[in-house]
């Protein structure tokens, strides 16, 4: 079983930056592709970005040239960089890992941005 925990969140202005990360614990050899998606209230969740075991990496329309994800597998830890934040940007960002028995989720982290 495959534990993750997000952090970063925060409030920002409009144009500000924010790097969330999300710390991968137990049956971490289990993980092959990792992603970020985001929750607004009465939306579905949708995908941010997305990263392989290889470092292949994909991006939602809205974020490309903004947002930048990464892992680094010395800690376990997978980031999302996000720059030139938007208000539409404000979600709960939630952090997933497809293993070998399936998906597993963070609890989420709340990315507010004010304009």
Same mark, same amino acid.
């Given at each position: 079983?495959?534990?993750?925990?997000?952090?970063?969140? $925060?409030?920002?202005? #409009?144009?500000?930056?924010?790097?969330?990360?999300?710390?991968?614990?137990?049956?971490?050899?289990?993980? @092959?592709?990792?992603?970020?998606?985001?929750?607004?209230? $009465? /939306?579905?969740?949708?995908?941010?970005?997305?990263?392989? /075991?290889?470092?292949?990496? @994909?991006?939602?329309?809205?974020? /490309?040239?903004?947002?930048?994800?990464?892992?680094?597998? #010395? @800690?376990?830890?997978?980031?999302?960089?996000?720059?030139?934040? /938007?208000?539409?940007?404000? #979600?709960?960002?939630?952090?997933? #890992?497809?293993?070998?028995?399936?998906?597993?989720? $963070?609890?989420?982290?709340?990315?507010?941005?004010?304009?």
């Amino acid at each position: 079983q495959v534990r993750l925990v997000e952090s970063g969140g $925060g409030l920002v202005q #409009a144009g500000r930056s924010l790097r969330l990360s999300c710390y991968s614990s137990g049956s971490i050899f289990s993980i @092959n592709d990792m992603d970020w998606y985001r929750q607004t209230p $009465g /939306k579905q969740r949708e995908l941010v970005a997305s990263i392989d /075991k290889h470092g292949f990496t @994909n991006y939602e329309d809205s974020v /490309k040239g903004r947002f930048t994800i990464s892992r680094y597998m #010395a @800690n376990n830890t997978l980031y999302l960089q996000m720059n030139n934040l /938007k208000p539409e940007d404000t #979600a709960v960002y939630y952090c997933m #890992a497809h293993t070998t028995t399936g998906a597993s989720w $963070g609890q989420g982290t709340q990315g507010t941005v004010s304009s």
